[in-house]
């Protein structure tokens, strides 16, 4: 879009000049200061009007076109372009990933539960643009995979090599939860969320996950926790003696009502997945009430058209000036 405005606009009060000239120049011709009087033209040869006259009466309002092009050009006029510019603001999330060995059990099928996880956790991932995003895994202690990053593709190259066996196992929930929120405090963004994903129940660790989560709503971390696992019995795959993979059903154990109270005393919500597509849906619903925030501001660029207004008032002074000496050349 493009209009038309005045860098000075305060100069164009001296247009409230042109009027106050007009009127005097209509008093001085009526007081006789601007023309010879005589009795009769027919003393004057070829006094007929020609084109000649009537510049040579109208020569002060020629001066006033110019005086006003160049009261114009101090206003310094202007032609600006607009245009909208996107300004996306990212927030912080800290994906918290038990890896514990429930989670090898295989009710999300054909793949276990950690893999299933990872899976739906690689497309979520592709989903942000400007969010920082980083990765802590647990079992009976946690530790930080992936520091807050905007680098994609080394936090999927993290998540990717996460698998089970990698710590002591047991289930430390207030030990991770406390250990994101620690690596999420110092983040400058307005919105920091940690999505805690378990299918256990705390058996480990020297924090208790309620004390955690008070940790985290100090420090303004809102919590979103999702438990993963059927409800009854799942196949857990084990080794016999023979080196051959065997499955056995174990009870599947998620405290539901304590990742509840952590997702509530944050300002989070709790998930039950129960297959993968629940768990697709889930963090579809995460992604839907943590958008990345984008605000529009419009700019404009500015270019000086005073030029279109100074020539011509040059031209039309300096033409009255050479005309005056010259073809309408008159009586002192």
Request: glycine content about 6%.
């Amino acid at each position: 879009m493009t209009e038309f405005a005045f860098a000075y606009k305060n100069y164009l009060f001296l247009l409230a000049i042109v009027p106050l000239l007009i009127l005097w120049n209509i008093f001085l011709i009526r007081r006789g200061k601007r023309f010879i009087f005589y009795s009769s033209k027919k003393i004057v040869k070829d006094s007929n009007r020609t084109v000649k006259t009537f510049f040579i009466k109208n020569l002060f309002y020629i001066k006033l076109i110019a005086l006003i092009l160049f009261i114009i050009t101090l206003a310094r006029p202007q032609k600006l372009r607009f245009f909208d510019k996107e300004m996306r603001k990212g927030i912080d999330i800290m994906i918290t990933l038990d890896i514990s060995g429930s989670m090898a059990s295989v009710d999300f099928k054909p793949k276990n539960r950690l893999e299933v996880a990872k899976d739906v956790i690689s497309e979520f991932i592709q989903k942000r643009t400007t969010d920082r995003l980083g990765l802590v895994v647990f079992a009976g202690q946690s530790y930080t995979k992936c520091p807050l990053t905007i680098d994609y593709d080394l936090l999927k190259q993290y998540l990717e090599q996460t698998s089970l066996g990698e710590l002591e196992d047991g289930t430390a929930l207030g030990m991770a939860l406390a250990t994101s929120a620690n690596r999420i405090q110092y983040s400058k963004s307005k919105t920091k969320i940690i999505i805690l994903l378990t299918d256990g129940i705390n058996n480990r660790g020297e924090i208790d996950p309620r004390d955690a989560a008070g940790i985290a709503k100090e420090l303004n971390v809102k919590v979103y926790t999702i438990g993963v696992g059927i409800r009854g019995k799942a196949p857990h795959p084990f080794t016999d003696a023979y080196g051959r993979t065997r499955y056995i059903m174990v009870d599947v154990q998620i405290d539901e009502k304590l990742l509840q109270e952590i997702a509530n005393n944050t300002g989070g919500l709790y998930f039950r997945a129960t297959d993968k597509d629940q768990l697709q849906q889930i963090f579809t619903e995460i992604d839907r009430w943590e958008k990345t925030e984008i605000t529009t501001k419009r700019y404009h660029t500015a270019r000086d058209i005073y030029i279109y207004f100074l020539i011509p008032a040059l031209a039309l002074l300096l033409l009255v000036e050479i005309a005056k000496r010259t073809v309408w050349r008159t009586l002192p």
